[in-house]
């Protein structure tokens, strides 16, 4: 808590009053949290309670940290659960498969540790390239403008080529 505020003063912030403290966005905060890189943040039902002293783990100078690896364990821990019917070497061959998974069914926060971790580009290529089938209208109306792909009109969805 800070030391000059009064005894009713707030020891979590809110997420957009952190960002705003930080001088980041609100998702840049949203991807910190969901890299662990603010510690002390606990998540309640739906909202983050970041405590007022909290600050950014900052990562080293120098060269950043390859995403491979980190990518390569998130798809893991993900496949898990939304392609359990795969091997995890079966299910790792095809990230843009386990992207799609979930984007279609995953709740919000593993789609916000999928962006953070692979970054926007891997879901990009993921909705560039699915496989027919794999998003509902809904979700493949919303991955267009969620990405920002919706500038005209966005594309049919896939369908399936029978020879």
Known sequence: MDKHAGPGAASHLSVSQFAEREGVSRIRVLQLLA????????????????????????????RPATRAGAGNRLL???????????????????????????????DYDDVLK???????EALVRALREAEAGRFSERSWIYWHHRLGLARRRIPPLPRRKLH
């Open 35 to 62: 890299a662990d890189r603010i510690p002390g943040a606990r998540k309640i039902g739906h909202q983050w309670a970041i405590p007022v002293t909290a600050t950014i783990v900052r990562r080293a100078a120098g």
């Open 76 to 106: 893991r821990t993900l496949a898990r659960r939304y392609v359990w019917w795969l091997s995890p070497a079966a299910a790792l061959a095809r990230p843009n498969f386990i992207a799609t998974q979930v984007m279609e069914m995953g």
């Open 114 to 120: 999928l962006e953070a971790t692979l970054g926007r």
